[in-house]
């Protein structure tokens, strides 16, 4: 089979010449280029955690172990810099236990 390069002129002629590269698709990416590059992103592992213990309480798993994944969420949120904006989170489904606890 033989293939002649008129596709690739007709990709640079609708693209203004430029090539894409990879690269700058994974800058735009950036869930996908660090889930590619192992990095996880901080805000994705906070509401992981955030959302496993929401889960872990939902199934009717001990209470502590959901308790584990909200306090390793906000020690993950301190360590972003992003504690402001989850500690209310994590302190509303603390109380929650608590309130559980109780009763």
Known sequence: MIVRDQESDSFRQIYGGHALRL???????????SFVKGEPDPRERIQKLLVTGDNRL?????????????????????????????????EIRLADLERLRRE
């Open 58 to 90: 939902k199934q009717g798993v001990d209470p502590s172990k959901a308790r584990a994944s909200y306090e390793q969420a906000l020690a993950a949120a301190v360590e972003a810099g992003l504690e402001e904006s989850v500690r209310p989170l994590v």
């Open 23 to 33: 690269e700058r698709l994974a800058h735009n990416l950036p869930g996908y280029a």
